[in-house]
């Protein structure tokens, strides 16, 4: 299984990110996928997720600022991030629900 995450970088504050997420080794059709994030001394969290069928769910921190989506065809995982926030700094990581694979994450850094 293999997890590529891209499109992260430094921004400002109320800026926009769209990362990415390339998804190979499983079937991914059948699989949710969540967003993860980890900033220096805090434990991983949720970001946001979306199920094998298009529900998407959010962590209360990101709700109307942050869209995740998925496109079958490229096995791609998206979050669009809007009115990004110094607080949203972490290195960010995609998962498939319910297995143990990570790769290796995507710097965000929102300056203020």
């Known amino acids: 299984v293999q997890l590529v995450e891209s499109g992260g970088g430094l921004v400002q504050a109320g800026g926009s990110l769209r990362l990415s997420c390339e998804v190979s080794g499983i079937i991914f059709s059948r699989y949710g996928m969540g967003w993860y994030r980890q900033a220096p001394g805090k434990q991983r969290e949720l970001v946001a997720a979306i199920s094998s069928g298009g529900i998407t769910n959010y962590g209360d921190s990101v709700k109307g600022r942050f869209t995740v989506s998925r496109d079958g065809a490229q096995r791609t995982v998206y979050l669009q991030m809007n009115s990004l926030k110094p607080e949203d700094t972490a290195v960010y990581y995609c998962?498939?629900?319910?297995?143990?694979?990570w790769g290796q994450g995507t710097q965000v850094t929102v300056s203020s």
């Open positions: 998962n498939p629900a319910g297995l143990p694979y």
